[in-house]
T-cell receptor, first 120, second 115 residues
Framework: NAGVTQTPKFRVLKTGQSMTLLCAQD?????MYWYRQDPGMGLRLIHY???????AKGEVPDGYNVSRLKKQNFLLGLESAAPSQTSVYFC???????????????????FGPGTRLLVL | DQQVKQNSPSLSVQEGRISILNCDYT??????FLWYKKYPAEGPTFLIS?????DKNEDGRFTVFLNKSAKHLSLHIVPSQPGDSAVYFC??????????????FGKGTLLTVNP
């Protein structure tokens, strides 16, 4: 049980290049999320998905696109990278069920290890 | 508009003493609160949570206290250990009646536990 995995771990892009970040989870979670973390800014939600084939915008969606073709995968795309997109990107997933074992509610999200992206 | 605030960017404590991390929120609709711990170069990991129907939740050395009237929660770590040195994020959510549950995060507090 690997939990949430992210590919790649680190990437350097030139301005204008495109790339796709891959997130995979093996916990059968319905919900998946993409965040970015910048110094002094905490975690900010980019896009999220409440199920296969559905996506929605988060707090900072501009410049990113996402797709959820399979339940276990959530892709984050940068069509034309900009230096402002230099950041650490985290994927997370969570259940949609009403109640979990131990009373932990479904908002509990489980995070991947992150992808560090540098745009020059 | 920052709905979840962690006003202390950093905190330093001695090993064996108590660490108290604070979090304030402004949205009275929030009804579930979580603490995450993050080591460098790793993703955040869930630590402990509390529902708004409670005012305290304890898990081993970690206790979260919720003061709804003050819109304030705190995480107590007793005793603190060097391995607790990490960034701690406070997060909050509310059930909007829909099927999507989003978390709002604070900016984090860097805890350093000195041996």
């Amino acid at each position: 049980n690997a939990g949430v995995t992210q590919t790649p771990k680190f990437r350097v892009l030139k301005t204008g290049q495109s790339m796709t970040l891959l997130c995979a989870q093996d916990m059968n979670h319905e919900y998946m999320y993409w965040y970015r973390q910048d110094p002094g800014m905490g975690l900010r939600l980019i896009h999220y998905s409440v199920g296969e084939g559905t996506t929605a915008k988060g707090e900072v969606p501009d410049g990113y696109n996402v797709s959820r073709l399979k339940k276990q995968n959530f892709l984050l795309g940068l069509e034309s990278a900009a230096p402002s997109q230099t950041s650490v990107y985290f994927c997370a997933s969570s259940y949609a069920g009403w109640r979990l074992a131990g009373g932990r509610r479904q908002e509990t999200q489980y995070f991947g290890p992150g992808t560090r992206l540098l745009v020059l | 508009d920052q709905q979840v605030k962690q006003n202390s960017p950093s905190l330093s404590v001695q090993e064996g003493r108590i660490s108290i991390l604070n979090c304030d929120y402004t949205n009275s609709m929030f009804d579930y609160f979580l603490w995450y711990k993050k080591y460098p170069a790793e993703g955040p990991t869930f630590l402990i949570s509390i529902s708004s129907i409670k005012d305290k939740n304890e898990d081993g050395r970690f206790t979260v206290f919720l003061n709804k009237s003050a819109k304030h929660l705190s995480l107590h770590i007793v005793p603190s250990q060097p391995g607790d040195s990490a960034v701690y994020f406070c997060a909050a959510s509310f059930n909007s009646g829909g099927s999507n549950y989003k978390l709002t995060f604070g900016k984090g507090t860097l805890l350093t536990v000195n041996p």
